[in-house]
């Protein structure tokens, strides 16, 4: 069974975001089972690579919001910040040996996700289409 699933009802209608939402889910889903079969090294590389689309994709984002002059652009940066600094010190406590990833991590990712989608992400897309 996967971690986070994927469906029509979380996506934007905004092709690359759904496209770059989806890939993290499939490396969220492909972490998850890294972590229920222990595999340590597999681990920290798709964790690594969460933290390099998840940096991408904030990019994308905002270029996007800026692109569109979204109001209150401020909190929905910093949540991205926020989310960031945290996923990459998680990424450097694991790979320095400091800690290990839990489920609870995960669930922590996951709950995040669909709150950053329903109150950001979607009131973005809305404002991105309805400038078309």
Do not use: C
């Not at 209608?13 to 770059?20: E, H, R, S, T």
């Not at 229920?36 to 933290?51: P, S």
């Not at 990019?59 to 979204?70: F, R, V, W, Y």
Request: net charge positive; proline share 2%; glycine share 2%.
């Amino acid at each position: 069974m996967e971690f986070i699933k994927w469906s029509k009802a979380v996506e934007l209608n905004i092709p690359i975001l759904d496209k770059q939402h989806k890939k993290m889910v499939n490396l969220t889903n492909q972490l998850h089972k890294e972590l229920e079969l222990n595999k340590k090294t597999q681990i920290k590389k798709t964790l690594k690579l969460i933290v390099d689309e998840l940096k991408n994709h904030f990019e994308t984002e905002e270029n996007l919001i800026d692109e569109s002059k979204l109001p209150n652009f401020i909190s929905h940066k910093l949540e991205h910040q926020r989310f960031y600094n945290k996923v990459s010190g998680l990424y450097q406590n694991i790979k320095a040996g400091k800690s290990n990833l839990t489920v609870d991590d995960l669930k922590s990712v996951k709950v995040w996700f669909f709150n950053h989608l329903d109150f950001k992400d979607k009131k973005l897309a809305e404002h991105i289409l309805s400038k078309k």
